[in-house]
């Protein structure tokens, strides 16, 4: 049996009592080509995907913001322990995200967790104590220079930015040496909030702009 999507499918079309004059068989023909290439392309292609390690101090965010862009419910959020990953999915990628524990007896393993990672999300609470900020300070430079990381983009986001005590990201930026530290890096800090997913959502997408172009940069070599 021939199928209407064979080669010659407008030689069926005629033959099956579909009749056209001279001077419609061009119109047609192109209408139905047009037809075949919007129903009969196929399934779109695979959305890439991307490992990324997420860290940051405890209360810092992370487990909430993550369960949000996952669309679940965040009413019952605990600290997370040792490690969780959560695939989530954006409209041109999907990340793999390996989320750390941030306590103080889980934050000195975290390299061991580093290895085949190709982004790093840096959460940090930008409303926290000086005390903590200078903590958060110290372990997003290790992050920063670590041999494993170093060479990856990363998206740095102040969190809890709706709290009174927050700082701007202007102020993170300075406090954090962020310009001398990180110049030559692949990098993205912006303020966040899980009041406003759609501007987390963007500054992931401006993650997945900078890891799909070290894709690109490493076909290139």
């Keep these: 049996m021939h199928s209407l999507y064979t080669s010659n499918s407008f030689d069926i079309l005629l033959r099956i009592g579909f009749h ?22 196929g399934p779109p292609p695979p959305r890439p995907e991307y490992d990324v390690v997420c860290i940051g101090l405890t ?3 992370k487990t ?12 019952s959020i605990v600290p997370t322990t040792g490690f969780s990953i959560k695939a989530v999915p954006f409209q041109n990628a999907i990340l793999n995200v ?9 934050k000195k393993y975290w390299s061991r967790y580093y290895q085949g990672s190709q982004g790093v999300v840096f959460v940090l ?6 005390e903590d900020l200078e903590v958060a300070r110290t372990e997003l430079h290790s992050a920063l220079q670590h041999p494993q990381l170093c060479t990856l983009p990363f998206l740095i986001l102040a969190n809890h930015q709706d709290k009174p005590a ?14 001398p530290l990180a110049r030559g890096k692949s ?11 759609d501007a987390v959502k963007e500054s992931f997408s401006q993650l997945i702009n ?10 290139r070599i």
Excluded at 20 to 41: A, N, V
Excluded at 98 to 106: M, N, R, T, Y
Excluded at 125 to 130: E, G, R, T
């Design 20 to 41: 056209f004059s001279e001077d419609q068989q061009p119109r047609h023909y192109m209408d139905y080509l047009c037809f075949r290439t919007l129903c009969c392309k």
């Design 59 to 61: 209360g810092s965010g």
């Design 64 to 75: 909430s913001l993550l369960s949000r862009l996952c669309s679940e419910a965040t009413d």
């Design 98 to 106: 390996k989320e750390l524990g941030g306590a103080d007896s889980i």
């Design 125 to 130: 609470d930008s409303a926290s104590s000086d």
């Design 166 to 179: 927050a700082r701007s990201v202007q102020e993170i930026k300075k406090y954090f040496e962020l310009e």
């Design 187 to 197: 990098w993205v800090l912006e303020g966040s909030t899980v009041d406003n997913m």
């Design 210 to 219: 900078l890891l799909e172009e070290k894709d690109q940069d490493t076909g």
